[in-house]
């Protein structure tokens, strides 16, 4: 089945306390990103990835980095976590060619207190 | 990337055709219209997508005026499991970066009423 992997859904941590957010998808796309979702503000993208050691930052990249050493892979990586990322997140990828459809993971809601 | 223009939200009787607008008045003629749909908290479902001519799959109908300017998802019979934020995403063709980008704005909250 095609899908969307992130781990772990439910991620409460402390200010300042380095995190993962795996993702991982089975679809071989070249395509992937994150996205934040946060009430009256919509989806955002953080950053996004053309193809294995192809990243660039979106419309929120700040307190985040990302990396792309395999295709299938995009962790999500939050160095020093600030109560202002708490939010709600989510994985996406697509393939090439015009017209493609996007897969999304199930998302993981994170609280940073 | 074109902005679109949705209603903030909109009922429909379960059973009946819930027809969702959208509008995209400064659309490029490479740029295609998706749909996508957010159930509660889940990730956003692709529903479907068209660049001129009407299309319509499993889930859904998608109707673009002939201008492009406007278009219309019609979910036939809605159900309860329909109610979701619909989003409607104008997305340009070609490989380059922004092929691949979704903007998505605040979207239609459907309810669907039994």
């Known amino acids: 089945e095609a899908q969307v992997t992130q781990n772990p859904r439910y991620l409460i941590t402390v200010t300042g306390k380095k995190l993962t957010v795996t993702c991982s998808q089975n679809?071989?796309?070249?395509?992937m990103s994150w996205y934040r979702q946060d009430p009256g503000l919509g989806l955002r993208q953080i950053y996004y990835s053309m193809n294995v050691e192809v990243t660039d930052k979106g419309d929120v990249p700040e307190g985040y980095k990302v990396s792309r050493k395999e295709k299938r892979n995009f962790p999500l990586i939050l160095e020093s976590p600030s109560p202002n990322q708490t939010s709600l997140y989510f994985c996406?990828?697509?393939?090439?060619?015009?017209?493609?459809?996007?897969?999304f993971g199930q998302g993981t809601r994170l609280t940073v207190v | 990337d074109a902005k679109t223009t949705q209603p903030t939200s909109m009922d429909c009787a379960e059973g009946r055709a819930a027809n969702l607008p959208c509008n995209h008045s400064t659309i490029s003629g490479n740029e295609y219209v998706y749909w996508y749909r957010q159930i509660h908290s889940q990730g956003p479902q692709y529903i479907i997508h068209g660049l001129k001519n009407n299309e319509t799959n499993e889930m859904a109908s998608l109707i673009i005026t002939e201008d492009r300017k406007s278009s219309t998802l019609i979910l036939p019979h809605a159900t309860l499991r329909d109610t979701a934020v619909y989003y409607c995403i104008v997305r340009v063709g070609g490989s380059g970066a922004g092929s691949y980008q979704l903007t998505f704005g605040k979207g239609t909250k459907l309810s669907v009423i039994p």
């Open positions: 679809m071989n796309h070249e395509y």
């Open positions: 996406a990828s697509s393939g090439r060619g015009r017209g493609t459809e996007a897969f």
